[in-house]
């Protein structure tokens, strides 16, 4: 559900407002909104303030840059106490070095690695060459050419030696050594005089010689090697080192950076709230948003530290719009989870219809029915069990977690109905035999079900749309007689065929016509469009049988390799590989038509999206982690 | 009605719509990944674009039933 929530105005002199958003702060319970309702100068930064705010985001900025450099573990529980000018200065000046040393840090590493990826690359070389730089070595006043003939190239190395000693005549050698990669190094030794017709001759022929790295030194590759091999063994060594300066520097400062963090984001924070509150020569109005049941909270925590002097007011529902309030959604501990589903979509309209109850009951729902299977759903279940163990609460992980659990509950539910354990295994082995029917053999059932599953939802959503719209009768109204042509439309149905009385039928018809022109009043002309549209999403849901049905004939395929492949060994390997298979797509499937059907058939009949998140004015950590909902006041004489 | 004639038609009834969903959610598939290296957010947006098309598959198979039931 979403939760109530008051509007209130704040006012005080105006030369209590910084102390006033202080103690907002710590209260983190006002969603603050600039004052509407009466013209007030809204307060700007001093020329000082700005200069504060700029230094405090580039400080920011590094120590953000620092934390992730150091890769700090994140602590979002603590809540920094008040942070003097003094701390805020030091922070900075902490982040700005700590930043510059991860920095020079990363550069260090990056050279590193450059340098080892450009060794690296010579690899292949070293150990082609190393058996020819030996003969290399033999040439004492000798030039060495060290080349790559790359692909169709290595065939023409008969033409190089040929055209070599064409052009020197015998004043060579030529080397040659295939590498692993299918390309031919060539190492070409001259005398010195024939230096200049060999690279000549090379150019021409668009034969590409390896360049000896100068950092390495020499011309000679002979003598590169040797230095390259040594590096490539000291790289380790110093970019351990690296590692090691950055976990001793995260030692020594992350604490502080986190800190430094949470105080910089919280400064900033106050800074931005200025802005938002109006002020005239004396005084100051604040206004925001509260959940209803927090009003007391906030009220009496503003008394506590004001007295009399700030007065705190609520603004009638009537002055403000449903749609400026911020939104909270609030749901029992079962449906909580569902939440993540909900928080896919944008956020519903303050007003507007939560629809996490309904999703945590059909959304699970709709997944076992297309898994129905006992065996996957154990799985499923200790899946969610080993998530669960593995998250922290309030993650999307623990979120995931729980909502596994309901749905793995649905599969095995659902593959007791249709007697399934790894599809026929279960039949084979334990007896096992449907309660409702068997999702192979019975199609038109299981059809049919799905079908008037499709309906239930559909129509719930219809319903749930004319209670969403009862501010605007009219609108109400056409989605009443949208709802009530649906339901005459399949009760006509069931007669048609014979399973309401036959009776039923020309009611039905005469009622549906005399719907159609209401319809078309009350909604416009594509009214009757939409309508056919409505009974498409019912049909829609036929997914539902044919995802099942899939999903067992695949569990069904997987049993039959074991005798269908002559080892027993090989089939069961088979059946269980296949079986995985048919799990993993158990578990992703089903998960997305499920979402789909929420979130096009049954949202777009109800859902208004477009509400704004609740954030109150608060600390950082607290902020950002979930609004804090105080409980449900007690009746006074109760909590006497 | 002769059976051949009849699983060629419920095949051609999975196999058409099929075609149909692969082709779209070929085109849907890449412009989605795009939109979603900009903006991660519209991953719900992905979620049920991707989705859609499967409504022509799943309708095509269903009809298939239909047909192999009914004779």
Known sequence: ?640 | MNPVLVAFAAALAVAIPALATAWAQSRIGPAISASMAEKPELSTTAILLVAIPETMVILGFVVAVVILVRT
């Open chain 1, 1 to 640: 559900m979403i939760i109530e929530m008051s509007k209130l105005r704040i006012l005080g002199p105006r030369e209590r407002l910084e102390d006033v958003l202080r103690v907002l702060q710590d209260l983190s319970l006002l969603h603050l909104s600039p004052p509407e309702a009466v013209p007030l100068a809204h307060p700007e930064l001093s020329p000082g303030q700005e200069r504060e705010s700029r230094h405090l985001r580039d400080a920011l900025a590094n120590v953000e840059q620092a934390l992730s450099a150091l890769a700090v573990p994140e602590n979002g529980s603590a809540v920094p106490g008040a942070a003097t000018p003094t701390d805020l200065a030091r922070w900075a000046r902490l982040a700005w070095r700590t930043r510059r040393e991860t920095d020079r840090l990363a550069a260090q590493g990056a050279a590193l690695e450059e340098e080892k990826a450009l060794i690296m690359k010579y690899q292949h070389f070293f150990s082609a060459f190393r058996a020819l730089l030996e003969s290399e070595s033999r040439w004492p006043n000798a030039q060495a050419y060290h080349v790559l003939l790359r692909g169709r190239e290595a065939g023409n190395l008969p033409q190089l030696r040929a055209s070599l000693a064409a052009v020197i005549g015998e004043e060579f050698q030529l080397f040659s050594q295939p590498l692993p990669t299918g390309e031919l190094a060539v190492l070409i030794v001259v005398s010195a005089q024939a230096a200049g017709r060999v690279e000549r001759l090379l150019a021409e022929a668009r034969v590409q010689e390896i360049p000896v790295p100068e950092a390495y030194g020499g011309k000679s590759l002979t003598a590169a090697i040797p230095r390259m091999l040594e590096r490539l063994g000291t790289i380790p060594r110093e970019v351990e080192a690296i590692r090691q300066r950055r976990q001793a520097l995260a030692r020594a400062h992350g604490a502080e950076l986190r800190r430094a963090r949470a105080a910089l984001h919280d400064r900033l924070q106050s800074l931005a709230a200025l802005p938002l509150s109006g002020v005239t020569t004396r005084a100051f109005v604040l206004e925001g948003w509260v959940p209803a049941r927090a009003r007391r909270d906030l009220e009496r925590g503003l008394h506590g530290s004001f007295g009399d002097d700030v007065v705190v007011s609520e603004i009638a529902k009537e002055e403000w719009e449903s749609e400026q309030a911020p939104v909270v959604l609030a749901n029992p501990r079962l449906f909580r989870p569902f939440e993540t589903v909900v928080s896919l979509m944008p956020l519903p309209r303050y007003g507007s219809i939560d629809p996490t109850p309904f999703v945590a009951v059909f959304f699970p729902a709709f997944f076992g029915l297309m898994v129905g299977d006992v065996g996957y759903g154990l799985i499923l279940a200790a899946l969610g069990l080993v998530l669960h163990a593995r998250s922290k609460p309030g993650t999307t992980l623990r979120n995931v977690s729980e909502i596994i659990g309901p749905c793995a509950m649905f599969s095995i539910i659902a593959g007791f109905l249709f007697g399934e354990l790894f599809g026929d295994l279960g039949q084979h082995w334990l007896g096992l035999r449907p309660l409702l029917f068997d999702r192979a053999e019975a199609l038109v059932p299981f059809l049919l079900l799905a079908v008037a599953i499709g309906a239930v939802h559909v129509v719930l959503g219809l319903i749930l749309g004319v209670v969403s719209a009862r501010r605007h009768p009219r609108q109400a109204l056409g989605r009443g007689v949208s709802a009530a042509m649906v339901v005459l439309v399949i009760v006509g149905l069931l007669a048609a065929i014979g399973v309401l009385p036959r009776g039923f039928f020309t009611p039905i018809v005469i009622a549906l016509l005399v719907g159609f022109p209401a319809l078309i009043v009350l909604e416009g002309l594509v009214a009757p469009i939409e309508f056919l549209a409505t009974l498409g999403n019912i049909l829609s849901y036929a997914r539902i049988m044919a995802l099942g049905v899939a999903s067992v004939m695949m569990a069904v395929v997987a049993n039959k390799m074991v005798g269908a492949i002559g080892s027993v060994t090989v089939g069961i390997l088979f059946a269980l590989l296949f079986h995985l298979v048919n799990f993993a797509i158990a578990a992703f499937t089903p998960t997305i038509h499920a979402l789909r059907l929420h979130y096009v058939e049954f949202f777009g009949k109800f859902f208004s999206p477009g509400g704004v998140r609740y954030q109150p004015f608060g600390h950082w950590t607290r902020v950002n982690a979930r609004p804090r909902v105080p409980p449900t006041p007690r009746h006074p004489r109760q909590a006497a």
